[in-house]
């Protein structure tokens, strides 16, 4: 009796560790897909962030005495350099051109700004009372 209870419990072990592995290949697999399935949308939408089509939404605006004016925000798409000409769609569907005198990203200056990065760029013929937040900055 005693050694069919053992070859029972030695039966049930068995079951549950295949069960436990084929669970974690499944997982494992899982990660594999979502690992290309990333990579491969971040290889196309670098070549879509290449093409040029800047995009920021402004998310707050600064005055800089001396310097001029400040907007922060997340680049959604594109790239911008300094020294490049940007146009401002204001909300109420007014259109101004600006030049990018500076740009910085968490305290350090940058020279290109690409996609996905939070930052700041140092406009010179624009004015604090001029921009307010969800304004866009494209080029």
């Keep these: 009796m005693i050694l069919v209870i053992i070859i029972l419990m030695a039966i049930i072990i068995i079951f549950l560790l295949a069960f436990i592995l084929k669970s974690n290949s499944i997982s494992n697999s899982n990660k594999e897909d979502n690992y290309e399935r990333n990579s491969n949308y971040r290889m196309e939408s ?13 998310e707050d605006v600064f005055a800089i005495t001396g310097r001029g004016t400040v907007v922060t925000g997340l680049v959604k798409r594109g790239v911008i350099k300094k020294g490049d000409k940007v146009f401002i769609k204001k909300l109420n569907g007014s259109v101004s051109e600006d030049t990018v005198a500076g740009i910085e990203s ?13 930052i700041g760029l140092l406009l010179k013929k624009s004015s ?12």
């Design 46 to 58: 670098d070549n879509f962030y290449s093409s040029g089509n800047f995009e920021m939404e402004i």
């Design 106 to 118: 968490f305290r350090k200056r940058m020279d290109i700004a690409e996609a996905g990065q939070n």
């Design 128 to 139: 604090k009372n001029e921009l307010q937040k969800g304004d866009r900055i494209t080029q």
